[in-house]
């Protein structure tokens, strides 16, 4: 699976972002999906993941601002990131899993090499 993400961008405080992620091929036998980031001197943190069925799950910290979804017609990931604050400055990475999960949520909690296939990463910075 092939992965390249686009849409990240400085906002100010309080702004909006649609991050895009272009997949080489999502079926209904795709598993899980989903959205990373790693801020400098953080470690890398599961943002949201969404599985064939498009049942999402988040972190508390983006719950109720960000939003994953995905287009199974023109093969994208989206994050609809609302409300941006300072503290969501990052890499943004979209994830795609090559093995299959019930639970993408526990499928978040690998160790990132563990995943599955990466994209380049964009950039998102939030000023205050």
């Known amino acids: 699976v092939q992965l390249v993400e686009s849409g990240g961008g400085s906002v100010q405080d309080g702004g909006s972002l649609r991050l895009s992620c272009a997949v080489s091929e999502i079926t209904r036998a795709t598993g899980c999906m989903g959205w990373f980031r790693r801020a400098p001197g953080k470690e890398r943190e599961g943002v949201a993941t969404?599985?064939?069925?498009?049942?999402?799950t988040y972190h508390d910290s983006v719950k109720g601002r960000f939003t994953i979804s995905k287009d199974n017609v023109k093969n994208i990931l989206y994050l609809e990131m609302n409300d941006l604050k300072p503290e969501d400055t990052a890499m943004y990475y979209c994830?795609?899993?090559?093995?299959?999960?019930?639970?993408?949520?526990?499928?978040?909690?690998?160790?990132?090499?563990?995943?599955?296939?990466w994209g380049q990463g964009t950039q998102v910075t939030v000023s205050s």
């Open positions: 994830v795609g899993a090559v093995d299959y999960w019930s639970d993408c949520g526990r499928w978040s909690r690998q160790d990132p090499q563990d995943l599955g296939s």
């Open positions: 969404i599985d064939s069925d498009n049942l999402a």
